[in-house]
Nanobody, 121 residues
Framework: QVQLVESGGGLVLEGGSLRLSCAAS????????MGWYRQAPGKQRELVAT???????NYADSVKGRFTLSRDNAKNTVYLQMNSLKPEDTAVYYC???????????????WGRGTQVTVSS
């Protein structure tokens, strides 16, 4: 089965930095878009950033200029560099990837289990 495993979350002071990683594994034929979403308690899950296979990125307005998304296609891994963190960035961050499975060769939107990011003032 295809899996996404996130890492790099934790507690950081306001203005600090964290680097999240998400690695895909399993019967993968190819991966299209990858990205990150986040969800704070009592709020809806929202898009943070996405990146295409060729490296084209899209960011939510709230993180532009502070977060940087990148990927290593050879490792099936996406990274989110988070700088100048604010308390409002506190949320569970979920990795997402559009993966073509090697079994049925169809695109499926996969999700990781999430990693907690807490920014304290």
């Amino acid at each position: 089965q295809v899996q996404l495993v996130e890492s790099g979350g934790g507690l950081v002071l306001e203005g600090g930095s964290l680097r999240l990683s998400c690695a895909a594994s399993g019967p993968i034929f190819s991966i299209n878009d990858m990205g990150w979403y986040r969800q704070a308690p009592g709020k809806q899950r929202e898009l943070v950033a996405t990146i295409s296979k060729s490296g084209n990125t899209n960011y939510a307005d709230s993180v532009k200029g502070r977060f940087t998304l990148s990927r290593d296609n050879a490792k099936n891994t996406v990274y989110l560099q988070m700088n100048s963190l604010k308390p409002e960035d506190t949320a569970v961050y979920y990795c997402n990837a559009e993966i073509v499975g090697s079994i049925n060769l169809r695109v499926n939107k996969n999700w990781g289990r999430g990693t907690q990011v807490t920014v304290s003032s």
